[in-house]
């Protein structure tokens, strides 16, 4: 069914009648706008309001941000807010699958408020419509000729309150504006062991292939600051994994991705729960959680 057939057949504030969970009752209302589909939740043996959306499409300008920002508070957790994050992606998204995963089940002490990415069917830009995450589109260019400017996503990503960007394989050069606007507040996973086989032109198998080229015995992913270049930002984290002698690039990115998805999670996690300190140099380091006085 068609989402406008279907909005027309609900009237505004329709009242479901209330389900029962394992352990509460939740009463569901829900309300429809021209764009946007609002279902507000209410838990009566654990009052709280919980506002989730579904935009029907991406976002265009930053007017349209004001539909889907809600006003609720953070959640704290030891004193901590829940943190809001922005992934950017180019493709099928796997590493912003799992940090979404990580924060829907609770290892990480935030929320993905929304995703950008440069080309609107992408895998990871459907599996952010599917989940109820808005989606906005940057940079302007001849594909996506309703992309934001860099200006204008600054402006969205400020009313969304981000606190942490995170690049998931987005291949776009991030522009000084948003690289001012967010000191210390955005990083991106690269699949080498930087700075080895990272800068312009090292990104997916082309990576993978250098590596092995090379005759490298280790790669793995790196977790880094992002400044306004490629790949050249403060390390925050890395994970190595062996070089066999009979890989070939796919079955080494393969291997490397494994290790992404849970060594950006950990990194995720820390920044979420403002364990990223960093020292006189200018080096991050991460404080470990069960022995606060180490630090990786």
Request: charged share 25%.
């Amino acid at each position: 069914m068609e989402p406008k057939s279907l909005l027309s057949r609900i009237s505004s504030n329709t009242t479901i009648p209330s389900v029962q969970s394992t352990n509460k009752f939740l009463s569901l209302s829900l309300i429809r706008s021209q764009n946007l589909v609002c279902f507000r939740t209410q838990e009566f043996l654990a009052p709280k309001i919980v506002l989730s959306y579904r935009r029907l499409d991406v976002i265009r300008s930053v007017e349209n941000v004001k539909n889907v920002v809600t006003d609720e508070k953070n959640e704290e957790k030891d004193g901590i807010k829940k943190k809001k994050l922005a992934v950017f992606v180019s493709g099928g998204g796997s590493n912003f699958r799992s940090i979404h995963a990580a924060c829907v089940g609770g290892s990480v002490h935030g929320d993905v408020v929304v995703l950008v990415t440069n080309k609107h069917d992408c895998g990871g830009a459907v599996y952010a419509r599917d989940n109820d995450i808005p989606v906005i589109l940057f940079p302007k260019s001849e594909d996506e000729p309703n992309g934001l400017s860099p200006n204008d996503v600054v402006a969205a990503l400020r009313k969304f309150e981000v606190d942490f960007i995170l690049l998931a394989g987005y291949l776009k050069l991030i522009p000084v504006e948003l690289v001012r606007a967010y000191p210390k507040s955005m990083v991106n996973i690269h699949p080498s062991l930087l700075p080895a086989f990272g800068g312009k032109g090292y990104y997916g198998m082309n990576v993978h292939k250098a590596v092995i080229a090379s005759g490298a015995r280790y790669s793995g992913p790196t977790v880094h600051f992002v400044d306004e270049h490629y790949d050249t930002g403060r390390i925050l984290a890395q994970k190595t994994v062996p070089v066999l002698w009979n890989d070939t690039a796919e079955v080494l990115a393969a291997r490397v991705l494994q290790e992404e998805h849970q060594l950006y999670v950990d990194v995720v996690a820390a920044l979420c729960e403002e364990r990223v300190v960093w020292r006189k140099d200018g080096v991050p380091l991460i404080q470990s959680k069960e022995n606060p006085d180490e630090y990786s």
